[in-house]
């Protein structure tokens, strides 16, 4: 299993980006897939999740982005997607997606993970 994030920069306070987590070795529609993030010197952060088909797609949002982010999922492209509107200083980050059966798992039990993508959002 890879899962690989792309679609990080350098942007303004106000900007958007979408981040990318394309899979291989297992089909996003069948894992909860997990956007995470940890800025320098603080814990890893779940961000967002989006849950299988077989638990309806649910989605969750940490109150802080919540209205600002939207999480995707494309099935054919086996991608899912972190869309941020409204990027704040405090929203700078490394991200990474993660896969497991549940986007209720302990940050811990998490089953795979990708490499992150570092957001700058500068003020």
């Known amino acids: 299993v890879q899962l690989v994030e792309s679609g990080g920069g350098l942007v303004q306070v106000g900007d958007s980006l979408t981040l990318s987590c394309a899979a291989s070795g297992l089909t996003v529609d069948s894992y909860a897939i997990g956007w995470f993030r940890q800025a320098p010197g603080k814990g890893r952060q779940k961000v967002s999740c989006?849950?299988?088909?077989?638990?309806?797609?649910?989605?969750y949002y940490t109150e802080s982005v919540n209205g600002r982010f939207t999480i995707s999922r494309d099935n054919a492209k086996n991608t899912v997607f972190l869309r941020m509107n409204s990027l704040k200083p405090e929203d700078t980050s490394v991200y990474y997606c993660a896969a497991d059966p549940y986007c209720e798992s302990w940050l811990e039990d998490w089953d795979y993970w990708g490499q992150g993508t570092p957001v700058t959002v500068s003020s």
């Open positions: 989006i849950n299988s088909v077989e638990r309806y797609g649910s989605t």
